[in-house]
């Protein structure tokens, strides 16, 4: 049996090679070149084509190279097989990475003294400290657990939403729908690592919004579905937000018109907060790989039903 590579973004030789090194008579046969689709037992996958994945009657278990599954859960004939998501350290480094470097852009306001230096304006602004900066994570998982710590060893006051409650050193937890608003009431930058699925699409919202103290930021590095975009714009307009970073959009690339382009309290990057790597991603790979042939749960299997 083999497994089939598939992804338009991820570096395929790569990643052959280092599952090589750890299982050299593992069969990988890299998209398109697949041969006979009943030989394949395991897909390591990112945004596959609509009902590619159907094509394999043997499929054991999808293992996606990317931490987030809501576009593979959304495929039509998605076969009913186990699904595992990365967790791959590189993938939260460069995670924490930019979103303390997006933090420290609003506490320190670089935003303002970027629009200043273009106006040729000298303006001295007295900077706030870490400690009277709360920073509020909605998820709780890997990768907002991870910008928890770090943001919270710089000093900031952090609190994170997450489904069930959590006990984390240092990091105030606020669980389910009853503790959303208390948990928004003490956030000044507000971060958003959910995963896309029913409950959470739409979340970032102007009830959301308007739950936060005035002049508080947003970061968006989850996914574009979860922010409604005119009502972002609608409490930048008022001075509800004071800015926003933005790193996925639901339409990607983002349209040039799209009015968010523009924006001046707007930072917009091409959904490039964090990447996996396969020299340090394919571990947890590897054991997935041994698991679904000998028919064991997978690491990090995705729970259909909870959509994440
Ligand atoms: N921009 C990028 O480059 C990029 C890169 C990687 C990932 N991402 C996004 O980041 C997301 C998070 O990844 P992860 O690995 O940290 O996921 P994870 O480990 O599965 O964590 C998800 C967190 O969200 C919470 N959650 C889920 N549904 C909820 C709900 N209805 N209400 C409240 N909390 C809810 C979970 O609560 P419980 O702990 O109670 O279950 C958990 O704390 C991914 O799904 C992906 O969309 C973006």
């Not at 090194?21 to 046969?29: F, G, K, M, T």
């Not at 278990?61 to 076969?79: N, R, T, V």
């Amino acid at each position: 049996m083999a497994l089939m590579f598939l992804s338009p973004d991820d570096p395929a030789e790569a990643w052959r090679d280092v599952l090589l090194a750890a299982i050299p008579d593992l069969d990988v046969r890299i998209w398109p070149q697949v041969g006979d689709p009943t030989e394949i037992d395991l897909a390591l996958v990112w945004r596959p084509p609509t009902g590619e994945l159907a094509r394999y009657p043997n499929l054991r278990a999808i293992l996606s190279l990317g931490a987030g599954i809501d576009g593979l859960l959304a495929q039509p004939g998605l076969p009913d097989v186990p699904i595992a998501r990365m967790v791959d350290p590189s993938l939260t480094r460069t995670m924490t990475e930019y979103v303390l470097l997006a933090v420290l852009r609003h506490h320190r306001q670089f935003d303002h003294y970027e629009r200043e230096q273009r106006a040729t304006r000298w303006s001295y602004a007295f900077p706030p400290q870490a400690a009277d900066r709360r920073i509020g994570i909605l998820g709780l998982g890997v990768l907002g657990g991870a910008a928890a710590k770090t943001l919270s060893s710089h000093g900031f006051p952090v609190a994170a939403w997450s489904r069930t409650r959590k006990q984390l050193a240092g990091i105030q937890s606020f669980a389910g729908k009853g503790g959303l608003p208390a948990f928004l009431a003490r956030t000044d930058i507000l971060i958003c690592l959910l995963p896309l699925t029913r409950e959470t699409a739409g979340i970032l919202n102007a009830q959301t919004f308007a739950g936060l103290p005035r002049g508080a930021y947003l970061i968006n590095v989850a996914r574009g579905a979860h922010l409604v975009e005119p009502d972002l714009i609608a409490a930048l307009d008022s001075g509800q937000l004071a800015g926003a970073t933005l790193d996925v959009f639901s339409e990607e690339p983002l349209p040039p018109g799209n009015p968010l382009w523009g924006h001046p309290k707007v930072l917009i990057t091409p959904h490039v907060a964090s990447y996996s790597l396969p020299s340090t991603g394919a571990a947890d790979v590897v054991e997935n790989i041994r698991r679904a042939r000998a028919g064991q749960p997978l690491l990090h299997q995705v729970d259909r039903a909870r959509g994440y």
